[in-house]
C-alpha cells in the first residue's frame, strides 16, 4: 500500500526518542513522508535540550513534543512514545532514531508488510546485502553477527538477523499486547520487545537496510553492553523455552529439550565422576564405562539438535493482528498475555 494514501486512512505514527541529536533532528522530521499522520518527538532528559529545540523551530504541525525530566534510557522513550502514538490513534507505529542514521524514505517499506497483513512487527537488517555493510565498521560488524546468533536463540525468531536495529514498525493492536512498562529501559529494548513479541506469537520480518554513519553520536557503552546483555540473554530465553515448551505447550520439542538436556548432563556427570576416579586410583576407565559416559552424551547432544530444529521449524508464520481485529481483539486475552 503506497505511502499516497490519505493520514486518516493509513493513521500511520512516527516515534523519535532524543538523546543528543539537536544537530540531526529537524533534518529527520523534514524527510518523514506526508502520509504519516503524527510525530512523537521524546526528550530523554536530553543535555541539549533537543525537545524544546523542536518546538521552537519546527513548524510541522504533526509534531508532538513530550520530555522526559531525567534520562531513562532509549528503551524508556521509546515506550513513552509508543503509549502518545496510542492515545492519537495510531494504526501503525513507526520508530526511528533522530541522529540521521534511518533515512524517512525508506518508512513504506516498514509498513507496507503490516497494512499487507503479512506482519505484525518489522525491523531494518543491515545485514541482507554483503555489498550494503561495506559502510559498517568491523568492530561493530563482528559486534551484531555475534548478536544476531545469541538473539535467535533467546527470542525464537530465527529468520531474522540485525537484533539492534531500532528501525521498526508495528502494529497498533499487537503493540497494545506488549507489557510495555516491563520492557528494558536501555539498549536492550529491541531484542527485549521480539522475546515479547514471540510470547504472542507475532509475525516478525525483516526490511533490507544499508548500513548509514556519519558524525551522530552514540551513548551505548561497548562494556557496559557485554557485560549486562548476557545476563538478561539468558533470563529471556530461559522464560521463552518455559513459556513456549511448558507453559503454553507440550509438545515433541518439549520431550526432546528434557531427554537430551537429562541424557547429556548424566553422562558428562559420570565420565567426570570416571575420570576424578581414575586419578585416585591409577586405574584407566573400562571401555564399557567409557561407552556409558559417552554414549548418552551423543544422544542427548542430538536430542538437543532436534530440540533446536523443532524451534526453528516453530517460528510464527501467522500474523497476530488480522485475527485480533476479527474477533475484537478480546480482553481476556490482551490481559492475561500482559502479565508475561
Known sequence: MPLDVAPHDRRIAVVIPCFKVRNFVLSVIERIPPAVASIHVVDDGCPEKTGVYVQTYCRDPRVRVIFHQQNRGVGAATMTGYRDALSTGARVVVKLDGDGQMDPADLDRFVEPILGGRADYTKGNRFFDIELLRAMPRMRLVGNSILSLVN?????????????????????????????????????????????????????????????????????????????????????FLKRVFYSYFLRDFSAGTVALITGSLLALGGSLFGAWRWYLSGLTGRPATSGEVMLSALPVLVGCQLLISAVNFDILAVPTVPLHPRLAARGQGAGMEAGLRKK
Not at 182 to 198: A, C, M, P, Q, T
Open 152 to 236: 535467535k536463540l533467546c527470542s525464537g525468531y530465527w529468520n531474522i538477523a540485525d537484533p539492534t536495529n531500532g528501525y521498526t514498525a508495528i502494529h497498533a493492536d499487537v503493540l497494545r499486547l506488549l507489557p510495555l512498562n516491563k520492557i528494558d529501559d536501555r539498549f536492550f529494548f529491541e531484542s527485549d520487545v521480539l522475546f515479547r513479541l514471540n510470547v504472542i506469537r507475532a509475525v516478525v520480518a525483516d526490511v533490507p537496510l544499508e548500513a548509514r554513519y556519519g558524525d551522530e553520536f552514540s551513548s551505548l557503552s561497548i562494556t557496559r553492553a557485554s557485560l549486562e546483555f548476557p545476563g538478561k540473554y539468558l533470563i529471556r
